[in-house]
Every structure is written in C-alpha cells, then in structure tokens.
C-alpha cells in the first residue's frame, strides 16, 4: 500500500539521513520513477523533505522531524530489536512487515536508546543460518498468497480448504479447522483439526489455499506450545518406532540419550559402561545412532540391529582393504 511505503520512506531518511533515488527506490523495492512521486507527496503533505544536487545528492528531511516513544526503556528496546532479528516470521509470510515494522520502532525510540539499543543488537546472534559444523539450515520456501490465505484463517476462526501433497500420496483437497501456526528450524506449520481429529500440516506441502467463509470449529483459547507438544510426543512415540538394549561409554551417554526417543532402564556394568534401554523412531534410525558411537557403543540386542551395524562396518573395512 501507497500510505505504508510513504511511512517508510520517511522513516528511512530519518535513520540514515540522505539517501539517492536508487538506494530509497531498492530498499522499497519500487522504480526510481515511482520514488519520485512520493517525495513530491510528501512534499505537498508538509514533510521537510528537500533535494541535495551533486555527484553525493539526494533527498533528506530537515533537522529534527521526529516523533519519539518515551516508555520504552533500553532493555524494552533491545528485546524488540533481538525479536526483529529472528527469520521465523519468514515462514508465515510477514518478513516484510517485520523489517517495516522493526523501521518504526528504532525510529520510535529515544535518541539517547536508539544507537545503544541498535548496537547491543548487533553483539547477539539468534538462530545463525548455520550451525558449527556449517550444516546450513534448510528454509522452505512457501508462496506468500498461500501463507496469507492461511494465516488469514487462522486469524478470523474460518474454515480452510486446502490442495494439500503429503509424502507418498497424490495432492489432495481437505477442509480443516485451523486452529494456529508453528515455526520450528525455519519449517512452518499449521494445526488443524479435520472431523474433530488432530492433524499438522507442513506449509511447505501447501499446494492452494482457500479461506471459507464458514466458522471453523476450534475452542476459543488454545495453548499453541502445549497443543505441540502433544502432537510431537505423539508422532516421535508413533509408527515403526523400536526398542534397543545398548552398552555405552559413560562419557558417551549424553550422546546416545540425546538421539534417542525415549529411556525406558538404565544401569551401570562392572567396567563403567552404562546398559540403557531406549527407544528410536525406527530401525533406521537406531542403526543410524548407534553408528554414530562407533565403538563407544555396542547394540546387544535386537539380533537384527547387530547384524545391521556389523555388515556395514564390514563394507566399510571392504571398501579400504589394502589393493598393493
């Protein structure tokens, strides 16, 4: 919208002073020609916006337009700014209301909180794009008009119709009740109900969305963290899941319990390993755990699960066998 871009427009030159047409005109993602024509609106609506002419031109605002929020106190400010830093509202389709937003509120604070604020910022990193290991974070991409129709739903307590593709099946049409959105690892989700019962869907497998004008049938109060809580549990402690006994490496054990669903025993042997009864999603990924140990580990039972480790470990001694 028109008034929005204005409003940013001013709230940029007043944080980084003078600007060129091509600079404002990139940071609104608008033609240099359009730029033009908000400056003469301003103009005409009594901002203090003027022109500098030369090869270091622009446009700028007179000294001291501005308004401030006197009751936020540094550490308010701060917590705004940190909160303005994360990407999870990217997976609901508001990134560019959050940057606009976050514009308004640095513009809003004091003078004597707004270079501390931004700078105390910029010492904090929440949720870097990669871990340690440089394992980048998979972010999915979702058309912002699905994220719309849906968050729009959920917002107004409408009925959802949705062309939803799960793994496996043919993309199909389903009407949900939806009861709130979930980001988790830059993954977004919806929770719905569909003829009273349970049900999470990944937005990223959103084909079409369409906001009906029916009244969903949802409680009027929902504790979204709860309500995932369950469903995790659920799903995890569901399915194909297993049960292995594992000797471990004490110095280990934080590393096996951390993969692991669920530890149902734990005792210690006389050489100070540790014998553990825990439970994995499934056969894949109990190989895949105790593979990971590699001989701070040893899988005593299931059969399958032993027979499993020692053909891969065999392959792998196969594969590096000495050819001279």
Do not use: C
């Amino acid at each position: 919208m028109r008034a929005d871009r204005l409003v940013s427009l001013v709230l940029l030159l007043r944080q980084r002073g003078r600007l060129s047409a091509t600079a404002l005109a990139r940071e609104l993602e608008v033609s240099t020609r359009t730029v033009l024509r908000d400056i003469e609106a301003l103009s005409a609506a009594g901002v203090p916006v003027y022109a500098e002419r030369g090869r270091h031109g622009g446009f700028a605002l007179l000294p001291g337009f501005q308004t401030e929020l006197t009751g936020l106190n540094h550490d308010e400010a701060l917590a705004l700014l940190i909160a303005g830093s994360r990407r999870g509202a990217q997976a609901f389709g508001l990134g560019s209301a959050l940057a606009s937003a976050m514009l308004k509120v640095v513009d809003a604070l004091p003078e004597s909180y707004r270079d501390t604020a931004a700078g105390a910022a910029q010492r904090l990193l929440i949720d870097p794009e990669t871990d340690l290991l440089s394992r980048r974070l998979v972010t999915e991409e979702v058309p912002d008009t699905i994220v719309a129709e849906v968050r729009r739903a959920v917002f107004a307590g409408h009925k959802l119709r949705i062309h939803y593709a799960a793994v496996g099946q043919t993309p199909k049409w389903r009407t949900v009740d939806p009861i709130g959105l979930v980001t988790v690892r830059e993954q977004g989700y919806l929770l719905a109900t569909r003829s009273g019962a349970d049900r999470t869907y990944r937005l990223s497998r959103v084909l079409a969305a369409e906001e009906l004008a029916e009244p969903a049938q949802r409680p009027d109060r929902v504790d979204l963290d709860r309500a995932w809580q369950e469903r995790s549990t659920r799903f995890r402690t569901g399915g194909d899941s297993v049960t292995v006994l594992v000797r471990v490496n004490a110095a280990r054990r934080e590393d096996l319990v951390g993969t692991a669903l669920a530890v149902h025993a734990e005792e210690a042997d006389a050489d100070g390993w540790l014998r553990l009864e825990v439970s994995f999603q499934d056969p894949r990924h109990a190989e895949w755990a105790l593979w990971q140990l590699a001989t701070n580990a040893e899988a005593l039972t299931p059969q399958w699960l032993r027979t499993a480790l020692r053909n891969r470990a065999a392959a792998i001694a196969t594969r590096y066998e000495d050819s001279s």
